[in-house]
């Protein structure tokens, strides 16, 4: 079971630190992502999700405690291996450019190229299977600004595919998106770990398809950072200490929230 | 594969045109020299009278090299910055480097009388003014970089840019106005623009400049082309930013800094060529961009200069005038027709 965990999270505390101020938004976090699973963060907004993607990712040091990915501590890891073994799509959005699908999918490769970034056949064998694995061939050609948001995002992960890591995270991957191509993307993550037995973590706030569809959940609450199976999460209560509003309340039965 | 053999087939016509421009530019002038002469002369014969020799050899053919230094080493340069900021509206004028450049000359310049004779003389020699030069962008660039940190907004760091000219411009018109006839007369004429007048050592030191700043610009290449993504994306694919970024401002300094020392302030050169270079190659992979933008900022210095002779008088156009008339409709005419590509 040992060799499974691909990033792991021990006692973390997670905050900024400016002069004198600590400023922790959330302590004493345990995490630990495994091969082949699709992993949903979810929280209020606010809750500091941005923040501890920052820190699992190695952008922010945490104020005590370590990441590691692959047994290495994450924050100590050179740029280049960090490259090769993490990969992220953001939601913000690309500089003008003239760059075409493929070109931009290719760049995924650079953490592989050499120093004037050539490709070479194996390079441009993993660019093709990223290609197949998220079905965009019909794509390939177009300048990146000509398709739509939800192929963009698709772009986008296959570009981080490209980049070959074994873990992906994604950064609220369906904010932009109508319920149709949620469902598509949350529907080809799901596929992707089980046929890369890559790891995927994604932050969002479609909470009622995250459980249907990931494997684990991580609940951020001012009161703890929680990680487990959804059916678990369930029995536990955990959804309704996400949203300090009575009006607000999480079927268990259902499995989704109800209003009043 | 069929865009390669477009770019061989552009390449190929942009390295024909570079040649018989620089034939055309070195038989333009007061003195008209048949091309067939000027080509008998480069390629190790005579032309057919004496005096041609010598004005080639000390005149156009200087004047010629200067065209194409210029023309590559800015052009670059504004390629680097658009690519930096994020901004197809960058450029090493729009963002003040041309005026820092300035305030650096004119420092040296108008400002020697106050300083001890040794350093004086040191300063104005030509070593002097590129380091004051290459200084002043650098400096410029750097200040206009660490506000445009705190600053997202693409437009506002434009804004920034050009305040930070009309700033340095400002001083300049300070240190004019305390200067002497003849030192105002000395800048004057630096700043219009002149790529005549270089003797064949100027051309020596601005080819080695040119050659670092070109150096430093084409192992970046690779991080440029992850910079398409936003600096975020840059930093995932393994780059290391803040290294990369010193390298690009370096090396647009450097470039800017000792073009502006030797030819004066260049304008919209560097703003145009990437443009036209992204239209006509359609690409934004700057291992393409880097060749053609070189290849099309000598070709365009050269026709600017070409135009600058007025051929058929005696007169000569200030060079920077030139290449505003051209330059800025150019500009005009892409921000229409590329809306979109500017979102």
Same mark, same amino acid.
């Given at each position: 079971?040992?060799?499974?965990?691909?990033?792991?999270?021990?006692?973390?505390?997670i905050?900024?630190?400016?002069?004198?101020?600590?400023?922790?938004?959330?302590?004493?976090?345990?995490?630990s992502?495994?091969?082949?699973?699709?992993?949903?963060?979810?929280?209020?907004?606010?809750?500091?999700?941005?923040?501890?993607?920052?820190?699992?990712?190695?952008?922010?040091k945490?104020?005590?405690?370590t990441?590691?990915?692959?047994?290495?501590?994450i924050?100590?890891?050179?740029?280049?291996?960090?490259?090769?073994?993490?990969?992220?799509v953001?939601?913000?959005?690309?500089?003008?450019s003239?760059?075409?699908?493929?070109?931009?999918?290719?760049?995924?490769?650079?953490?592989?190229?050499?120093?004037?970034?050539?490709?070479?056949?194996?390079?441009?064998a993993?660019?093709?299977?990223?290609?197949?694995?998220?079905?965009?061939?019909?794509?390939?050609?177009?300048?990146?600004?000509?398709?739509?948001?939800?192929?963009?995002?698709?772009?986008?992960?296959?570009?981080?595919?490209?980049?070959?890591?074994?873990?992906?995270?994604?950064?609220?991957?369906?904010?932009?998106?109508?319920?149709?191509?949620?469902?598509?993307?949350?529907?080809?993550?799901?596929?992707?770990?089980?046929?890369?037995?890559?790891c995927?973590?994604?932050?969002?706030?479609?909470?009622?398809?995250?459980?249907?569809?990931?494997?684990?959940?991580?609940?951020?609450?001012?009161?703890?950072?929680?990680?487990?199976?959804?059916?678990?999460?369930?029995?536990?209560?955990?959804?309704?200490?996400l949203?300090?509003?009575?009006?607000?309340?999480?079927?268990?039965?259902?499995?989704?929230?109800?209003?009043? | 594969? $069929?865009?390669?053999?477009?770019?061989?087939?552009?390449?190929?016509?942009?390295?024909?045109?570079?040649?018989l421009?620089?034939?055309?530019?070195?038989?333009?002038?007061?003195?008209?020299?048949?091309?067939?002469?000027?080509?008998?002369?480069?390629?190790?014969?005579n032309?057919?009278?004496?005096?041609?020799?010598?004005?080639?050899?000390?005149?156009?053919?200087?004047?010629?090299?200067a065209?194409?230094?210029?023309?590559?080493?800015?052009?670059?340069?504004?390629?680097?910055? $658009?690519?930096?900021?994020?901004?197809?509206l960058?450029?090493?004028?729009?963002?003040?480097?041309?005026?820092?450049?300035s305030?650096?000359?004119?420092?040296v310049?108008?400002?020697?009388a106050?300083?001890?004779?040794?350093?004086?003389?040191?300063?104005?020699?030509?070593y002097?003014?590129?380091?004051?030069?290459?200084?002043?962008?650098?400096?410029v660039?750097?200040a206009?970089?660490?506000?445009?940190?705190?600053?997202?907004?693409?437009?506002?760091?434009?804004?920034?840019?050009?305040?930070?000219?009309?700033?340095?411009?400002?001083?300049?018109?300070?240190?004019?106005y305390?200067?002497?006839?003849?030192?105002?007369?000395?800048f004057?004429?630096?700043?219009?623009?002149?790529l005549?007048?270089?003797s064949?050592?100027?051309?020596?030191?601005?080819?080695?400049?040119?050659?670092?700043?070109?150096?430093?610009?084409l192992?970046?290449?690779?991080?440029?082309?992850?910079?398409?993504?936003?600096?975020?994306?840059?930093?995932?694919?393994?780059?290391?930013?803040?290294?990369?970024?010193?390298?690009?401002?370096?090396?647009?300094?450097?470039?800017t800094?000792?073009?502006?020392?030797?030819?004066?302030?260049?304008?919209?050169?560097?703003?145009?060529?990437?443009?036209?270079?992204?239209?006509?190659? $359609?690409?934004?992979?700057h291992?393409?961009?880097?060749?053609?933008?070189?290849?099309?900022?000598?070709?365009?210095?050269?026709?600017?200069?070409?135009?600058? $002779?007025?051929?058929?008088?005696?007169?000569?156009l200030?060079?920077?005038?030139?290449?505003?008339?051209?330059?800025?409709p150019?500009?005009?005419?892409?921000l229409l027709?590329?809306?979109?590509?500017?979102?």
């Amino acid at each position: 079971m040992e060799n499974k965990i691909i990033l792991q999270a021990s006692k973390i505390s997670i905050g900024y630190t400016s002069k004198k101020v600590k400023n922790v938004i959330a302590k004493n976090i345990d995490l630990s992502l495994e091969k082949g699973k699709l992993i949903a963060l979810i929280g209020a907004n606010g809750i500091g999700k941005s923040t501890l993607l920052r820190t699992i990712t190695g952008i922010q040091k945490p104020i005590s405690g370590t990441v590691s990915l692959n047994k290495k501590n994450i924050h100590e890891m050179d740029f280049l291996n960090l490259a090769q073994n993490l990969s992220i799509v953001l939601t913000e959005k690309l500089p003008p450019s003239n760059l075409t699908v493929w070109e931009l999918i290719a760049l995924g490769r650079q953490p592989y190229t050499n120093w004037i970034g050539t490709l070479t056949d194996n390079d441009i064998a993993k660019i093709n299977e990223a290609i197949a694995l998220t079905q965009i061939e019909h794509l390939v050609s177009k300048k990146h600004f000509e398709i739509s948001d939800g192929q963009l995002q698709i772009v986008l992960i296959a570009r981080a595919l490209a980049q070959d890591t074994p873990l992906i995270v994604l950064d609220e991957p369906t904010t932009h998106l109508d319920l149709l191509h949620k469902i598509a993307l949350f529907k080809l993550l799901k596929r992707l770990t089980q046929e890369t037995e890559k790891c995927i973590l994604f932050s969002t706030h479609d909470i009622d398809m995250a459980i249907q569809l990931s494997d684990e959940m991580i609940i951020m609450t001012p009161e703890a950072v929680i990680q487990d199976q959804p059916c678990n999460l369930i029995t536990k209560g955990s959804f309704n200490t996400l949203f300090k509003d009575e009006h607000i309340v999480f079927d268990a039965q259902k499995g989704r929230f109800l209003f009043t | 594969m $069929q865009n390669k053999n477009r770019n061989t087939l552009l390449f190929s016509f942009l390295t024909l045109s570079l040649v018989l421009l620089l034939l055309l530019n070195i038989s333009l002038g007061s003195v008209s020299i048949p091309m067939k002469d000027v080509f008998n002369s480069l390629t190790g014969g005579n032309a057919s009278k004496e005096t041609w020799d010598y004005i080639i050899v000390n005149y156009r053919l200087p004047k010629a090299i200067a065209a194409i230094l210029v023309g590559m080493g800015l052009a670059i340069s504004g390629l680097l910055m $658009q690519t930096l900021f994020r901004n197809p509206l960058a450029g090493p004028d729009v963002l003040g480097l041309s005026s820092g450049a300035s305030l650096g000359v004119a420092t040296v310049i108008l400002g020697a009388a106050f300083l001890p004779p040794v350093f004086a003389s040191f300063l104005l020699s030509s070593y002097g003014i590129i380091l004051a030069s290459s200084l002043g962008s650098f400096l410029v660039l750097l200040a206009v970089l660490s506000v445009s940190q705190s600053l997202r907004n693409t437009m506002a760091i434009l804004i920034v840019g050009l305040m930070f000219g009309s700033l340095t411009n400002a001083i300049v018109g300070t240190l004019t106005y305390f200067s002497t006839a003849e030192q105002l007369q000395k800048f004057t004429f630096w700043s219009l623009g002149n790529l005549g007048n270089l003797s064949w050592s100027s051309i020596v030191i601005l080819s080695i400049c040119v050659a670092i700043g070109l150096l430093l610009s084409l192992v970046n290449i690779k991080p440029l082309n992850a910079l398409l993504l936003g600096e975020n994306y840059a930093r995932s694919l393994g780059m290391n930013y803040k290294k990369t970024r010193l390298v690009i401002i370096l090396a647009t300094s450097i470039l800017t800094g000792s073009i502006t020392a030797f030819a004066g302030p260049i304008a919209f050169i560097g703003l145009a060529v990437p443009h036209i270079a992204k239209l006509v190659f $359609q690409t934004s992979n700057h291992t393409v961009l880097f060749w053609s933008t070189l290849l099309l900022g000598s070709i365009i210095m050269l026709i600017c200069d070409c135009i600058s $002779q007025l051929p058929g008088s005696d007169i000569t156009l200030p060079i920077n005038a030139v290449t505003s008339l051209f330059g800025a409709p150019i500009v005009i005419w892409l921000l229409l027709r590329k809306r979109k590509m500017m979102n």
